[in-house]
């Protein structure tokens, strides 16, 4: 998923990169993933499927947090059997990529709860050229789907980059990773509709807000649709920096 970060783990440093082993960041990145419902990619060794999870808690006083089932039976058995998994995601505007030891697995509701042990270190490579906004309640982008499995599906953007759109969709079909969906348009305000293909790269349901969750990177947009982003985005850029405080 992050092939810059993974060299960067190999050893081969990139700009705008670092090592955080203070346990305070390291928490305090844990409750902004887990505040912020941010969808997780793991990885777990013998298994070759990636899968997709969500961090439940943290409990700082032993040390520990705990992440949702993983979205593949194959990356469960094989975190069940291996005690540990990596996780790779995006926190505004950050790639962070560590790894978690599993101290006990249990379940809650018919679904698997993991206790992991507190990370010791997190690697984080910053992503500037790529302004990520994390859309505000007042702020609405539709999103329509013409055709996912054969159903056209609407729902709302939730943050919005230059290279991609996180969404909530009213549906319960569940895109492949990878897969193309054509035909896609998010209504930005007061401008006209953008239409692209959305590369998706995860997709999830999401029991808080029952609906599909997925992050997908757009695909072939033209340069005048670049623009057309772009100009949003500083907007809201320079929206968001006259209000913060002094």
């Known amino acids: 998923m992050l092939a810059s970060l993974k060299r960067a783990f190999q050893g081969d440093r990139r700009p705008g990169e670092d090592r955080v082993t203070s346990a305070t960041r390291i928490r305090a990145v844990l409750h902004q993933l887990k505040h912020d419902h941010e969808l997780l990619c793991a990885t777990v060794p013998g298994c070759k499927d990636e899968a997709n999870t969500a961090i439940l808690g943290i409990k700082e006083q032993r040390g520990v947090f705990y992440?949702?089932?993983?979205?593949?039976?194959?990356?469960?058995?094989?975190?069940?059997?291996?005690?540990?998994?990596?996780?790779?995601?995006?926190l505004r505007g950050m790639e962070l990529q560590f790894v978690a030891q599993l101290l006990k697995s249990g379940a809650d509701g018919g679904l698997a709860l993991y206790e992991m042990a507190l990370?010791?270190?997190?690697?984080?490579?910053?992503?500037?050229?790529?302004?990520?906004?994390r859309l505000s309640p007042g702020l609405?982008?539709?999103?329509?789907?013409?055709?996912?499995?054969?159903?056209?599906?609407?729902?709302?953007?939730?943050?919005?980059?230059?290279?991609?759109?996180?969404?909530?969709?009213?549906?319960?079909?569940?895109?492949?990773?990878?897969?193309?969906?054509?035909?896609?348009?998010?209504?930005?305000?007061?401008?006209?509709?953008?239409?692209?293909?959305?590369?998706?790269?995860?997709?999830?349901?999401?029991?808080?807000?029952?609906?599909?969750?997925?992050?997908?990177?757009f695909v072939g947009l033209e340069?005048?649709?670049?623009?057309?982003?772009?100009?949003?985005?500083?907007?809201?850029?320079?929206?968001?920096?006259?209000?913060?405080?002094?």
Request: glycine share 6%; with cysteine.
């Open 67 to 90: 992440l949702d089932e993983l979205s593949t039976l194959s990356a469960h058995q094989a975190l069940l059997k291996n005690g540990k998994l990596r996780i790779e995601c995006r």
């Open 140 to 217: 609405s982008v539709p999103v329509r789907i013409p055709n996912l499995e054969g159903e056209t599906v609407n729902g709302e953007a939730f943050d919005l980059s230059a290279s991609g759109v996180g969404a909530f969709l009213h549906t319960r079909n569940i895109p492949s990773r990878g897969e193309i969906l054509a035909g896609a348009t998010l209504s930005l305000p007061r401008t006209r509709p953008i239409q692209t293909k959305l590369e998706i790269r995860f997709a999830r349901q999401n029991s808080a807000h029952h609906m599909l969750r997925i992050g997908a990177r």
């Open 223 to 246: 340069r005048k649709q670049q623009r057309q982003l772009a100009q949003f985005l500083a907007e809201q850029q320079r929206k968001r920096r006259r209000h913060e405080p002094r």
């Open 119 to 133: 990370p010791k270190a997190m690697k984080r490579l910053q992503r500037r050229e790529n302004f990520r906004l």
